[in-house]
């Protein structure tokens, strides 16, 4: 097939799939600054977000919005979602009708806790969107380590079209037409991946984070259920798969924030030193407010977000956790 | 209430749980060795199995499983699976009527592919059998890490009369009924452990192992359906909870079992060199007898299996798996 594809944002992750759809079809990976989008054209690199990794000669970068979208039959969105709206806003006039996009943004809007695809339907109404996401920490992809992920459309036949856009010999995608499971998996596992650091950064060991981890994808079902997700997504790669990786793994900011605040760190502080973003820090609030909204118990993102936000210690935030009766499992 | 505990088996596991049912009711320990019953009585320490850690001054000891097993009113099984009925049948005369049994081991049956619980059954009829499972590393409770745990019974008036004898401040014990679901969780998990630590030893990264745990849940969780366990339980702290443990700690035999044998080392070594018994290894060729009788699919537990036991190479292995075709996730 013929497509051609824009990766809008040249952060951590859309420069690593840019790297990866750039193998399959021609593609332009949109930058915001011009010094990254001329480095990325014609050094082929990108030393903010991806340092020391070579990517592909064919990938070419640029600042320009028209010049990015122009031509193009697929569109990846790959901007934090504080951006996100305003990004596509300014897109929005050069996306030609019925190009698809793919979001792989796993945050909500802070005001509306919408998803970002829900979001994308605001400004481009008619356009399928979907997701890609799972256990793909971006620089384990960038250096060709094997993974999996899932590109999750409501209409599968547009799932399985674009199936070869974003597979490589290393990278085996799976579709599945639960938008809504895999989207909000993606949102909560970064709040839950914070929870896990802070247990880390306390001294606790495997057993105590096995255990947010465990109540913590329990956490996410039950909300990804509340919005119409189905259950096997969440026991799948969008779900498990992608909480465990970002669980375990020094790589995922979100466990590094969570690993610092567990240690005593300050949160402006811990944030202030990272060049990307933790997305999971400001959807801690949207997830426990969808979360109150939707009658769903989540008391470890509730801890997150009074931690993050609330001023609560992380004695106050242990106390809440370990002192909840222990009963049948399935209460 | 004046329960009194035996605890049979004073491997880490055993040792471990009897200090903790020691600060709640009277215990006694069996150990075969005389020399570790010993120390455990006079030096309250297990050198051997728990090296450097300081025993409770009530746990006491002996060799005679006749003394260990009189006038008690609860029975903790802890020896490995080869052992097991072998213990069971020196212990069957001293165990009264009535006396509920708790299975602490994580494997089956070599020759019979049965749980420990149903070879208890066969020992023992008519006493209510039970297991203790959950994301529980050894030394980590016997450190006094907060932790979960779960205790299932088929009747659940048991497990929550038996609740109170295993809780301790920093472990919280969650009843459950569903004992297949439980006990098949906790054999599975030690066999999907040894792949998560051939990825590792390997040199893969966090994505592949978080897939390796994600699709080897879903091989847990099937096999487990199909022997008449419950979907919750393997999402919980004894599937779910216990595999990221297993798969995430050093002191996992079984996942140490797999780093050395992805660094490419001899299985008799590894194995040889372990003063302690890695389940796994044993279990898996009994896992994936019982898959094929029960048409269920397992091409994880299949490669560890063929490591393992078939000459398989590491590469043969890693080309089995990558090599299977991605579809939609939910196939």
Not at 237 to 245: N, P
Not at 290 to 311: F, K, S, T
Not at 315 to 330: I, P, T, V, Y
């Amino acid at each position: 097939m013929g497509h051609r594809v824009a990766v809008v944002g040249a952060g951590t992750w859309g420069t690593t799939i840019a790297s990866l759809t750039a193998a399959n079809h021609p593609t332009v990976l949109w930058a915001r600054r011009k010094d990254v989008a001329d480095e990325i054209t014609t050094a082929h690199t990108n030393d903010t977000y991806l340092p020391g990794l070579a990517l592909p000669a064919a990938l070419t970068a640029t600042p320009s919005l028209a010049d990015a979208l122009g031509g193009v039959d697929v569109v990846v969105l790959a901007v934090p979602s504080h951006g996100f709206r305003a990004v596509l806003e300014e897109a929005a006039p050069f996306v030609a009708d019925g190009v698809p996009l793919v979001s792989l943004t796993k945050g909500l809007e802070a005001e509306t806790h919408r998803r970002m695809t829900e979001v994308a339907a605001d400004v481009l109404p008619g356009h399928a969107c979907g997701v890609l996401t799972g256990p793909n920490l971006a620089r384990e992809i960038a250096e060709g380590q094997p993974a999996g992920a899932v590109l999750a459309f409501a209409d599968e036949t547009v799932a399985v079209s674009l199936q070869p856009v974003f597979a490589a010999p290393h990278l085996r995608v799976y579709t599945n037409t639960d938008v809504v499971g895999a989207e909000i998996a993606g949102v909560v596992k970064n709040v839950i991946a914070i929870a896990a650091g802070m247990v880390e950064g306390m001294g606790f060991g495997d057993n105590t984070k096995a255990t947010v981890i465990t109540r913590g994808l329990a956490e996410l079902a039950r909300l990804g259920h509340a919005l119409g997700g189905e259950a096997a997504t969440f026991a799948g790669l969008a779900g498990l798969g992608d909480l465990v990786a970002t669980c375990a793994s020094s790589q995922s900011r979100n466990h590094r924030v969570g690993v610092e605040l567990g240690r005593g760190g300050r949160l402006d502080d811990i944030v202030g030193s990272m060049p990307t973003v933790a997305e999971g820090v400001r959807s801690s609030s949207a997830v426990v407010e969808l979360a109150r909204q939707y009658g769903v118990q989540m008391p470890i993102a509730e801890q997150v977000d009074a931690v993050c936000h609330r001023g609560a210690t992380l004695d106050e935030a242990r106390q809440a956790l370990l002192q909840r009766r222990a009963g049948s499992e399935r209460a």
